[in-house]
């Protein structure tokens, strides 16, 4: 009977013969009550985190009691070397009259991604939902941040090439979700997804929208060198990032923490902000449309852009550049080593910049493409081609690990170095 009313409650989903296997398996010979418990087992196993609501709607019928019931999980769950704390049940006219928990599909890619989905998984339980699949990009090849973290926590997971693929839409409408939330899928969702669930789909995006629509929102932010930074949570519709915002927050631009870490930052904020919308305007809340007429565009970031051209470009622009693109692609910038005709050529990352307070002037006599370095501060300068001066902090030659400057400046062994100008495409 209990297997049949959690197969019936579709906590199973993509799992059924395997479930009933180990199940019938496990309870060969077994006891009703050492049954119960292996199933207990068995369905945490299979599910992690999000088993409990399933086990309760599962079991109070059956239980004589909820004191009975809550030891009944706790010695299931012991055995396994986890001990549940005691919870509150769910009465069987609650289950019938429809309070049962809300159900979620998360969709994501990165790293970032799966921070997010960690964060909804830890609040499902107070906030009466439950993440029941999980979709992702296809394994390239390895499975994605988000797809490893849904299986660690026995979610069944979606990849589809496309996400307008019949098959997949098929599997969608079967969990029957209330609600969709993206953050970083990498996908565009088409409108025959987007009209699945009950309440719509909420997307994080770590721009203050309408500026930066796109694939690349904060990268092409810190690149343009804006004051304000900031996050969204919006209604996705068809149309690239242009549904109406439920929430957005503004950040300082504080001119020296990299791309990565401050895309980790929103993420984690973004989460909590829809989370607290959920909470206080309700899943079906509608939001404000974005002005239009502010819309910018953030394209995906290419490899082809990231080597520097110092002449071209500013000091500003260099470390906004260098922020922005940290991760991936990188910056990086070809520099001559030595004098002919002992002259090496060598690619190196530009990995840590920084601006200097006063305004260095290039050594009389210098080439202004000529690398010096300043004792005191440890870094190196490069004047570029308007005249200012960018500091370099930290650099990765080729085939080798990142160093500080002087460390680079040390391995140079007295040889002069200079940027030898963009290499020709």
């Not at 309760?56 to 012991?78: H, I, K, M, Y």
């Not at 964060?119 to 107070?126: F, N, R, T």
């Not at 990009?137 to 997971?157: D, F, I, R, T, Y």
Request: include cysteine.
């Amino acid at each position: 009977n209990v297997q049949i009313r959690l197969i019936r409650l579709g906590c199973i989903q993509g799992r059924k013969d395997s479930f009933v296997r180990v199940t019938r398996f496990s309870l060969a010979g077994q006891g009703r009550r050492s049954s119960l418990k292996m199933i207990v087992r068995c369905v945490h196993l299979l599910l992690g985190s999000v088993a409990l609501p399933y086990l309760t709607r599962a079991f109070v019928p059956l239980a004589s009691s909820p004191q009975s019931f809550r030891s009944l999980l706790s010695d299931g769950l012991s055995s396994r070397g986890k001990v549940t704390p005691p919870v509150s049940v769910r009465s069987a006219e609650e289950t019938e009259t429809g309070d049962a928990p809300r159900r979620v599909v998360f969709l994501g890619t990165p790293e970032v991604a799966a921070r997010s989905l960690e964060l909804l998984l830890k609040a499902a339980p107070e906030n009466n939902f439950q993440v029941v699949a999980v979709v992702s990009n296809p394994p390239a090849p390895a499975p994605s941040p988000v797809q490893v973290k849904a299986m660690q926590n026995g979610l069944e997971v979606l990849t589809p090439l496309k996400p307008n693929e019949a098959d997949f839409l098929e599997k969608i409408k079967a969990l029957q979700p209330d609600l969709c939330v993206t953050a970083a899928y990498g996908g565009f969702l088409p409108q025959k997804f987007l009209d699945i669930p009950k309440y719509g789909t909420m997307n994080i995006h770590p721009s203050l929208l309408p500026k930066w629509r796109g694939a690349a929102p904060l990268q092409r932010s810190l690149e343009a060198g804006d004051e304000k930074l900031g996050v969204s949570v919006v209604r996705t519709v068809l149309k690239m990032d242009a549904g109406p915002l439920l929430r957005q927050e503004t950040w300082e631009n504080d001119q020296t923490t990299k791309g990565p870490d401050l895309l980790m930052n929103m993420f984690e904020r973004g989460t909590e902000m829809l989370l607290s919308c959920l909470r206080e305007d309700g899943w079906d809340c509608e939001g404000s449309p974005q002005d239009e007429s502010s819309a910018s565009k953030a394209d995906k970031l290419t490899v082809e852009e990231a080597e520097m051209d110092f002449e071209k470009m500013s000091a500003q622009q260099v470390h906004n550049k260098v922020r922005a693109f940290s991760g991936w692609p990188g910056t990086w910038a070809s520099f001559a080593v030595g004098e002919v005709p002992d002259l090496e050529m060598q690619r190196v990352k530009v990995v840590t910049t920084e601006l200097p307070e006063d305004k260095p002037v290039a050594p009389e006599g210098v080439s202004p493409k000529r690398l010096v370095l300043d004792k005191k501060r440890g870094v190196l300068k490069l004047w570029c081609g308007d005249g200012s001066c960018v500091l370099l902090k930290e650099l990765t030659p080729a085939n080798k690990k990142a160093v500080d400057a002087r460390s680079y400046w040390n391995g140079l062994r007295g040889r002069p170095v200079e940027w030898s100008g963009p290499i020709p495409l």
